[in-house]
């Protein structure tokens, strides 16, 4: 059915070029900048071949905002900026000046107007790093499938770390990630500390919804541990509990198969991943905390367990030492020690895939006691 | 009282909260309504926060799973979402989001985002992330009737914003801020990422495959949006030959950075000596790794080296289903400038392969482990090399292709009986 296309139409025209939107500070020395320092925290003093010079100047955003936060935001831009701003990969917004005595008036009309600390930087030639902000998805806010709520949780934790962002008194780069469900949308299994939802019950089947909305085979399908039968007659499927891990997939695939159990969904914690490649290869994370309860509106226990981790790395690591170039020093054993963290059953790895479930068990005596 | 007694203990401590920005919105917008602004969402802010109580009461969502919406001529890139608590906050029933393509680098005009926020202050909730996880500016709520009009506003701004990946598509491509900003950027991410984004719009916005596939580009070993942990295809910057040191700005650094300590003893290899007396550093470059720290440790004085390009790693997801993975190696070096030409020549005939013989929802990195890294390795045309693994297999149970075998009397007779050998080669190209 061919309709009339108005003459403004059109589809799969791309997003707008990058270089539409760089100052021009920045298009005349594209590729060729020479090094960068931190001058305090939030602030990054960049010199360019040519001898110009840019502050970058950072500050935490809590990724969901309103449009009249955007709008506050293009204003400063306007004002120190030429009209020209950008966000980073972990949700911060940067501001680029060129004339350093304007660095103080940004910082103080971003804070006081808009109301987003500066920080979330680190200096690495002088070992000082500041924490920078949480990674996360939508939670309770607009998903479908979490197990946890995320921005609650995020806020409750960077309130607790706020004097991290906003100083650089850490030993080294320490990444937070936060994913309400094993989808993981925030693939955050590569963290420093990480938080996943689990659900810890299989899903109750609605053998109404599944008639109604899923195709069996399929269902039956999604389950990576073959935990789902199709049961032909009844034209619905069920669910082995013994075998069914919880992952969602099966809901993911099909409605009738909700998993939600407010007193058993939860959050799960793991330490110890990195992507960088900075001394110590890329690394998963690893589970350390099995299962803390939703306790909106703060989350005191995931708060709790969060600074634990987070201090015993903080308080004993070496200069530049991440969380796993730090555990793997000391040993695990030693790490659970100092955050004061018991070690279950839960953690050693019975997933069905058996080369991940091997390269975890430890060979040989070698052991710290 | 307060209709969100457990809300309202959110904004406490000093972190920017998300509760006030959904209340700002809110009210901002009730502002504009009787300034006489069209707004075609009145309301719906303050519902999301009601709903968002009763999940605090509840401790679980109240989204459904979405039905199918989308806008002309596209089949991703608009995500449903219901309220379950439709009937009692009507405002909130249909509350899909959209996902907009960002600017490689998520560098903006305010000019731009302007009218992007005007268009959803009048066609939608108000509520926005910047960024969703894949690096979409994610448009948060409205109902299926304005995803339309909300696009078609897109289309008439200047310049126009196009909508980006969701579902079973290539997902919208994303870059760290390479060259615009960085000094470590061993390539133009920025470049690679617009010109991948605009060669494959069709593969992004039509959703075709198995499952979603992720392009993420990095340009030097930091990785500072993730590939090498969230994308099926990670591109990282690296380079080969030496790294280029000034000994002058060495002689700066060790005027107050302890450089034994700091950079020679991290160096993972052992590659850096420095003498103390002269304050000039060595590195032995054919035991390097390349891995960033001292160039770190010391930006003015140490630089990639001048032979740059990029790693390949394939495969990264997060755990659903098999389990959470970190790309491996599949290509180890490609030059800078053939990235944009090498990196379609290899990733058509992975999508073709995939998409012929992937099972619904399986990740190329899954697929990849079913199918055997030998088969990709052929499949891709790359010749196998010592640097994808960490060290050779453990077991003997490896494949011999017919062709790798001395002809003999039951190798004859097996094929009589119509044994099959291994083979490398897609099924399809034998027939």
Redesign the interface.
């Known amino acids: 059915m061919a309709t009339e296309k108005p003459p403004?139409?059109?589809?799969?025209?791309?997003?707008?070029?990058?270089d539409?939107?760089?100052p021009e500070v920045?298009k005349k020395n594209?590729?060729k900048?020479?090094?960068?320092?931190v001058i305090r925290p939030g602030v990054i003093k960049?010199v360019a071949e040519s001898g110009d010079v840019?502050y970058?100047v950072r500050f935490?955003?809590?990724?969901?905002?309103?449009?009249?936060?955007?709008?506050e935001l293009?204003?400063i831009?306007?004002k120190y900026c030429d009209?020209?701003?950008?966000?980073?990969?972990r949700?911060n917004?940067e501001f680029?000046l060129t004339d350093e005595s304007k660095i103080d008036d940004l910082i103080k009309e971003v804070e006081e107007k808009v109301?987003?600390?500066c920080g979330g930087t680190w200096d690495?030639?002088?070992?000082k790093y500041g924490l920078t902000n949480i990674?996360h998805?939508?939670?309770?806010?607009?998903?479908?499938?979490?197990a946890i709520?995320a921005?609650?949780i995020v806020?409750?934790i960077?309130?607790?770390l706020?004097e991290y962002?906003v100083d650089m008194k850490l030993p080294g780069l320490c990444r937070i990630s936060l994913?309400c469900c094993?989808?993981?949308?925030?693939?955050?299994?590569?963290s420093d500390i990480s938080l996943?939802g689990i659900h810890r019950t299989p899903p109750l089947v609605d053998d109404d919804a599944v008639r109604r909305m899923c195709e069996l085979p399929?269902t039956a399908?999604?389950c990576?541990n073959a935990a789902i039968r199709v049961n032909a007659k009844k034209k619905t499927v069920e669910v082995d509990g013994e075998k069914c891990m919880y992952?969602?997939?099966c809901y993911?695939?099909c409605?009738g198969m909700p998993l939600?159990d407010?007193?058993n969904?939860g959050a799960a914690i793991l330490c110890g991943?990195k992507?960088?490649?900075?001394?110590?290869?890329?690394?998963?994370?690893k589970v350390v905390v099995p299962w803390v309860p939703?306790e909106?509106?703060?989350w005191p226990g995931i708060v709790e367990y969060i600074k634990k981790i987070f201090m015993a790395w903080a308080n004993n690591a070496k200069?530049?030492e991440r969380m796993i170039e730090f555990i793997e020093r000391i040993g695990w054993e030693r790490f659970f020690e100092l955050a004061g963290l018991e070690f279950s059953w839960h953690l050693i790895d019975d997933?069905r895939?058996p080369p991940?479930m091997y390269a975890s068990y430890r060979v040989g005596t070698q052991f710290r006691w | 009282m307060s209709e969100t007694p457990l809300l309202d203990q959110i904004p406490d401590g000093p972190w920017p909260s998300f509760v006030k920005e959904i209340r700002k919105t809110a009210e901002l917008q009730e502002k504009a309504i009787k300034e006489g602004k069209e707004i075609k969402m009145p309301g719906c802010a303050r519902a999301v926060l009601k709903q968002l109580e009763r999940s605090y009461e509840d401790k679980k969502t109240h989204w459904k799973h979405g039905g199918i919406v989308s806008v002309v001529g596209y089949g991703g890139g608009v995500i449903g979402r219901y309220s379950d608590l439709g009937d009692e906050l009507p405002e909130v029933h249909h509350f899909h989001t959209i996902r907009v393509n960002m600017p490689a680098g998520w560098f903006y005009s305010t000019k731009a985002l302007r009218q992007l926020m005007d268009v959803w202050e009048k066609w939608g909730s108000g509520l926005l992330n910047m960024h969703g996880s894949t690096g979409d500016i994610i448009l948060l709520g409205t109902r299926s009737e304005y995803l339309q009009p909300a696009f078609e506003d897109m289309m008439k701004m200047d310049p126009p914003f196009d909508i980006g990946g969701s579902g079973s598509d290539l997902r919208t491509p994303s870059c760290c801020m390479g060259p615009a900003l960085c000094e470590f950027a061993c390539f133009d991410t920025l470049d690679l990422c617009y010109d991948l984004t605009m060669e494959y719009q069709n593969e992004l916005h039509r959703p075709m495959w198995p499952y979603k596939f992720k392009f993420k580009i990095s340009g030097c070993p930091n990785d500072c949006v993730a590939a090498k942990a969230r994308s099926d295809f990670a591109i990282i910057g690296t380079w080969k030959g030496d790294i280029q040191i000034d000994q002058e700005a060495v002689k700066e650094y060790a005027e107050w950075m302890d450089i034994e300590e700091e950079v020679v003893k991290l160096c993972p290899t052992g590659a850096i000596s420095y003498d103390a007396e002269k304050k000039e550093i060595k590195i032995d470059n054919s035991n390097c790794v390349r891995c960033m720290h001292c160039i770190n440790k010391m930006p003015k004085a140490l630089k990639p080296g001048k032979e740059r390009g990029a790693t390949i790693c394939i495969g990264a997801k997060a755990p659903c289903v098999e389990g959470a993975i970190i790309g491996w190696v599949a290509v180890p070096f490609i030059p800078a400038d053939e990235l944009k030409d090498r990196v379609k020549e290899i990733v058509e005939p992975l999508w073709d392969w995939w998409d012929d013989e992937g099972k619904f929802r399986e990740r190329i990195g899954e697929f990849l482990w079913r199918m055997g890294m030998g088969k990709f390795l052929r499949v891709i045309g790359q010749e196998p090399d010592v640097r994808m693994i960490k060290h050779p297999r453990t077991n003997p149970f490896m494949y011999f292709e017919e062709k790798e075998l001395r002809p003999s009397k039951v190798v004859e007779e097996l094929k009589k009986r119509g044994i099959k050998f291994k083979s490398l080669e897609r099924e399809e190209e034998e027939e």
């Open positions: 403004w139409w059109k589809t799969d025209f791309g997003p707008p070029k990058y539409l939107f760089l920045i594209y590729g900048w020479a090094y960068h320092e960049r840019v970058t935490g955003t809590p990724r969901l905002i309103s449009i009249y936060t955007v709008r293009c204003d831009a306007d009209g020209y701003l950008r966000w980073t990969s949700h917004v680029i109301g987003f600390p690495t030639p002088r070992g990674i998805t939508q939670g309770w806010v607009h998903c479908h499938t979490p709520d921005s609650g806020k409750a960077m309130d607790e706020y962002f994913a094993a989808n993981m949308c925030g693939a955050v299994h590569a996943v399929t399908a999604s990576p992952c969602g997939n993911t695939m409605p939600f407010p007193e969904d991943g992507v960088s490649d900075a001394r110590h290869p890329p690394e998963l994370s939703n909106p509106p703060r200069k530049h997933f895939v991940f």
